[in-house]
């Protein structure tokens, strides 16, 4: 589960990293920082709804006080 959620980091800090290149390196007409934005977007949205239902099922135990 760890190992999962770090993988999803750092495919949405590479996304945000390629969308930096693209606005700096694209012509103006090119939309690909927006692709790769959305892309960030909707990997945030499933990292957030993979956690919510780990916690649901019990794969990501809450904590004992």
Same mark, same amino acid.
């Given at each position: 589960?760890?190992?999962?959620?770090? %993988?999803? =980091? !750092?495919?949405? !800090? %590479? +996304? =945000?990293? +390629?969308?930096?290149?693209? !606005?700096?390196?694209?012509? +103006?007409? +090119?939309?690909?920082?927006?692709?790769?934005? %959305?892309?960030? !977007?909707? =990997?945030?949205?499933?990292?957030?709804?993979?956690?919510?239902?780990?916690?649901?099922?019990?794969?990501?135990?809450?904590?004992?006080?």
């Amino acid at each position: 589960m760890r190992y999962l959620v770090i %993988a999803v =980091l !750092v495919l949405i !800090v %590479a +996304s =945000l990293g +390629s969308a930096l290149f693209f !606005v700096f390196h694209d012509q +103006s007409g +090119s939309n690909r920082a927006v692709k790769a934005l %959305a892309i960030r !977007v909707g =990997l945030s949205i499933l990292l957030f709804l993979f956690l919510m239902a780990g916690f649901y099922f019990g794969f990501i135990p809450g904590r004992l006080t």
